[in-house]
């Protein structure tokens, strides 16, 4: 199993527009952090979670030519707003064959997929159009794409807010989470490898901060952990990364890591 890290960054991404702090203006690449997303290939399958505005520039820099699917963690437009370029796989061996792409989300996402391309899902539709379909999630159960079983992993993101998280096997991937019931925690447990928010020192009203993380991290168990979705407040990754446990890492984009599947 491979996962690589796309964006490891904010709704804002990192640098944040305007802005001249140090992490911002810093000149080591692992503080650029574009929009947070990630690729898991396993067992033949090639899996992207999220597909925010950044994600015509994370395919490129990848190389992919195909997916068998994008998983959505949850509505926000950091999350889905690129979807729209999923129309580059649809076409990529055309003519004669158009590659419909496969987006599997719980129903409230699917619902704001549905609302923010309804060209996509129109009768008439224009030419070019993305070609979608869409997968409900059950959160309460695995489902699998192609051998690949997936555990869903609930979350809030706020009061308001649900997120899902995923489990692939010995791999656990969480974003945007601020609470999880220990029901779900249990999922997690064996898991070899988790990822998990932080977006910064401070408390955050909607977002796990460093030591929320670090706290979870310590409940599953990992070998490994690996930070994302960090925000400028987080610090220069070298400085911050320096302080972190044992077995626990900021991640940066483009980071690649090998999991014993």
């Known amino acids: 199993m491979k996962l690589t890290f796309l964006g490891t960054g904010t709704s804002q991404g990192v640098p944040v527009i305007g802005c001249r702090c140090e992490v911002c203006t810093s000149e080591d690449w692992r503080d650029r952090r574009l929009r947070t997303s990630a690729l898991v290939e396993t067992r033949g399958v090639r899996i992207v979670i999220d597909a925010g505005p950044d994600f015509r520039y994370q395919m490129l820099r990848t190389g992919v030519r195909h997916l068998d699917a994008i ?8 999350h889905i707003g690129g979807l729209d370029d999923v129309r580059a796989f649809n076409f990529v061996d055309y003519p004669p064959t158009v590659h419909k792409v496969h987006i599997w ?12 391309f309804d060209y996509a899902f129109a009768q008439d539709k224009y030419r070019g159009v993305p070609e979608i379909e869409l997968h409900e999630i059950d959160t309460s159960r695995p489902f699998r794409i192609g051998e690949v079983e997936i555990v869903p992993v609930s979350g809030h993101h706020s009061e308001r807010f649900e997120v899902t ?27 070899q ?5 932080a977006l910064r020192f401070a408390p955050h009203p909607s977002h796990f901060n460093l030591a929320e993380a670090l706290s979870l991290i310590r409940r599953i168990g990992p070998r490994e952990a690996y930070i994302t979705h960090m925000s400028h407040e987080l610090g220069l990754h070298a400085a911050t990364d320096a302080l972190l446990p044992p077995g626990v ?4 984009d483009m980071l690649e890591i090998e999991i014993n599947d």
């Open 71 to 78: 998983l959505l963690t949850h509505e926000h437009k950091d």
């Open 105 to 116: 989300a719980a129903p409230r996402a699917l619902k704001a997929v549905r609302k923010d």
């Open 165 to 191: 998280g995923f489990r692939f096997g010995p791999l656990a991937y969480l974003t945007d989470f601020k609470t999880i019931e220990e029901s779900e925690v249990e999922k997690l447990i064996g898991t």
């Open 193 to 197: 490898t988790l990822v998990v928010n």
């Open 249 to 252: 890492h900021l991640a940066y």
